[in-house]
């Protein structure tokens, strides 16, 4: 297999820290219309934007990783088509993530009625203050500017979420100034309408109870809401997107027969299919900067073997998944063991190594859903699965390498002491000079800029676990770490 040479440093780019074009400039009702602005849906403002990106091979969704043939041609034509949707998928599989992602396909920027509540288009004014406002300025009617990250709205849905949290509820407040029950604009706008213009995401629908998914048939068919019984028809020009669990259908909640049948499509998701896809979404999310330490290349392989390797486990429950975070989350507490040993110790450079891989299992264990059958050998299923990861990379990466010289250092019964707070500078003392050190570190994808001390150790310590694996040394566990000898 062939090992992307690029080392974690950091967190991907967030789609948030695009740099952001100034500002349109019409302010006014007239100026828009001089500028020649044309007046979309948002459907068809998304089709034709991704369309655009289709035809000069841009990249249409950003930081997802694994679905480029799978998930992303169902979700484009989802889009293409203008359908509301419902991304289905166990926890962990960037659904989320994807959600946000299709705002990236809105205009960057668009006119507002200048202090709506609902992002009326100035064109076509919706609520009642906004068609006030048009007959009173007439083309004198100020407008504003909203980005495409303000035009995404998102809520979780639980238990406890109200009609009036989704849709909109009276405002007892402004019943208070005076106006009257029935004036309109004493309805305070929900979450749903004050996305108006946008896309609004309601993540683990199932979980919604189904008396308030039942609010949601209009927004979803006819393209409007009720509030309190009030002769209220507020068009709303909104993309709907949808999260789910497939459990969910059965066992906390489902979505409603006339809620499915409302959406356009269903699109499944997965996690990554490919070690080379793993490698890249930990190298992606891991978030190191602020730990400052290195995590060489074949202890992220590790990292992603061990994270397939639990999923693909039986005994572990596969309805529930295994999370990407989980992988994420072992890379960051590696490398954390790693800066731990460097303010301990004085080493100078972090750099992760194999010895800092076994406090994963006991930080991790309660990310993972195991069969009842093996309750109580958590910690001893995922040491023995870390275990297999690390000798498949092992028989990946340094399998076919000459470590005679390596082996040579215990032809006499010399043994090697290492553990997680062990430095490399010490680690390197006791092991003594070997030949051929480049040429392994080579192989594990280290190149220039890697000859610190610690990448030294790193690449010797992986190597003797992976002897010790393949049953040419043997190991001895203890409380301070683990003894090498033949």
């Known amino acids: 297999m062939t090992r992307p040479r690029c080392r974690i440093t950091g967190r991907g780019r967030r789609l948030d820290s695009v740099h952001k074009s100034p500002t349109p400039a019409p302010s006014t009702l007239r100026e828009l219309r001089e500028s020649g602005h044309r007046h979309r849906t948002v459907k068809a403002e998304i089709r034709e934007n991704l369309l655009a990106r289709l035809r000069s091979g841009e990249s249409r969704f950003p930081g997802i990783v694994g679905f480029d043939e799978t998930v992303l041609p169902h979700l484009e034509r989802a889009l293409i088509a203008g359908h509301d949707l419902v991304l289905l998928g166990e926890r962990g599989q960037g659904k989320t993530r994807l959600i946000r992602t299709i705002t990236g ?18 064109y076509a004014p919706a609520c009642v203050r906004c068609r006030r406002l048009a007959a009173e300025h007439g083309d004198d009617l100020p407008v504003a500017w909203k980005h495409r990250e303000d035009r995404y709205g998102e809520k ?52 919604l109870a189904e008396r308030i998914q039942v609010a949601l048939l209009n927004v979803l068919e006819e393209r409007d809401i009720q509030v309190r019984g009030y002769n209220l028809r507020l068009p709303l020009d909104v993309l709907l997107v949808a999260s789910a669990n497939p459990e969910d259908y059965t066992n906390r909640g489902r979505i409603i027969t006339p809620l499915k049948d409302r959406f356009g499509a269903e699109i499944r998701t997965h996690y990554p299919q490919t070690i080379e896809d793993e490698l890249v979404l930990i190298r992606q999310e891991a978030d190191l900067d602020a730990l400052g330490a290195d995590l060489p290349d074949h202890l992220v392989e590790v990292i992603a073997r061990f994270t397939r ?16 975070r989980f992988s994420i989350a072992a890379a960051e507490t590696a490398a954390a063991s790693a800066v731990r040993r460097a303010a301990l110790t004085g080493e100078e450079r972090p750099v992760t190594r194999v010895c800092d891989l076994p406090g994963v299992v006991h930080t991790l264990r309660g990310k993972v859903e195991f069969e009842v059958s093996e309750e109580g050998r958590e910690v001893d299923v995922l040491s023995h699965l870390l275990r297999r990861a690390t000798a498949e990379t092992f028989r990946g990466t340094l399998g076919g390498a000459d470590l005679t010289p ?11 002491e290492s553990g997680d707070l062990v430095p490399a500078t010490e680690l390197l003392r006791r092991i003594g000079r070997v030949e051929g050190l480049s040429k392994m570190m080579a192989r594990l994808g280290m190149g220039e800029g890697d000859e610190s001390p610690g990448h030294a150790a790193a690449a010797l310590e992986f190597a003797l676990e992976g002897l010790y694996l393949m049953r040419r040394l043997s190991k001895d566990e203890t409380d301070g770490g683990m003894v090498y000898r033949t």
């Not at 006119?111 to 609902?118: A, D, K, L, S, T």
């Not at 029950?181 to 309601?202: A, K």
């Open 156 to 207: 979780l849905a639980t238990p406890d979420t109200s009609v009036g949290d989704l849709i909109g509820d009276v405002d007892p407040i402004k019943i208070a100034e005076g106006r009257t029950l029935g004036d309109p604009e004493t309805v305070h706008y929900g979450l749903v309408p004050r996305t108006n213009r946008g896309v609004f995401s309601v993540n683990e629908l199932p979980d």
């Open 406 to 416: 390596l082996l040579d250092r215990f032809g006499e019964g010399a043994q090697v």
């Open 309 to 324: 390797l639990v999923r693909e486990s039986t005994a572990v429950d596969s309805r529930s998944g295994v999370s990407a």
């Open 105 to 122: 396909l809105l205009d960057e920027w668009s006119p507002v009625v200048e202090g709506c509540e609902i992002n009326d288009h100035p």
